[in-house]
């Protein structure tokens, strides 16, 4: 007499939300102004407009792109601006800052724009340990959307989870 085995996870009522399907996956590149400048400390207008046509833009195409400078210059407002109306018909998106500040807020914004209609009471796992590094502001960002329509937050994979918020 053989007994049937029953995934039990399977069964339950539990919703898993998997972090890594909101991970930017296009390449992130940086867009130093420091070569544009005069003697990497000055920005001159006429220079630095000549050279921004001399770029080839296309080549941000589809590309999250971080904008910085990496020396210490006074730059002026108007030349972000600049470069970011030349950016714009080609970079996927672009963010001041360095690649790791680009890819935080691209990843924010995301889990921003994630219905949480689907997750209203219910009981949510939220995936940990997997392939991208997901980094902590990922998951403290998911909770605090989460805590308001769901009946319960956990952590790991529907087998093993740690319980991290359960509605009174």
Known sequence: MSEEIVNKVAQSSLSTLDLEDYFPKEEIVLFDLKPYLFMEKILREKEFRTSLQNIEWAQYQDKIVAVTCSVDAIIPLWSYMLIAVNLQPFAKEIIMGDEQTALQQTFLSRIAAIDLGEFTDKRVVVKGCGDLPVGGFAYMEIAKRLRPVVK????????????VYKKK
């Open 152 to 163: 319960s937050i956990m952590y790991g994979e529907p087998c093993s989870t740690v319980p």
